[in-house]
């Protein structure tokens, strides 16, 4: 599986910003995809996840209200719509996919996008 991120950039205190996740491969193997976040000096986290199905959706508590995780399953391509950013938001932000194939569990993950909030 293949994951390339994009939609990163600059944005003021407040913006907002779509950040999308193509997957290619063998992308019927995934079964649940997520978004990460590092800023400089911290450990990445868990912002938001999604089932294959999108029936089932997790968010960390800092983002709850402002960004939403979505699937387009027939683009295979993942989203991360996010509103009333902060400063705080500033990271890389990266996609993970959790794949299921011949009885073996791998995650696969994105190069990473940079979104920056200004102040």
């Known amino acids: 599986v293949q994951l390339v991120e994009s939609g990163g950039g600059l944005v003021q205190a407040g913006g907002s910003l779509r950040l999308s996740c193509a997957a290619s491969g063998s992308t019927f193997s995934i079964n649940a995809m997520g978004w990460y976040r590092q800023a400089p000096g911290k450990q990445r986290e868990l912002v938001a996840a999604?089932?294959?199905?999108?029936?089932?959706?997790h968010y960390a508590d800092s983002v709850k209200g402002r960004f939403t995780i979505s699937r387009d399953n027939a683009k295979n391509t993942m989203y991360l719509q996010m509103h009333s950013l902060k400063p705080e938001d500033t990271a890389v932000y990266y996609c993970k996919a959790e794949t299921l194939l011949y009885y073996i569990n791998r995650d696969y993950w994105g190069q990473g996008t940079q979104v920056t909030v200004s102040s």
């Open positions: 999604i089932t294959t199905g999108g029936g089932s959706t």
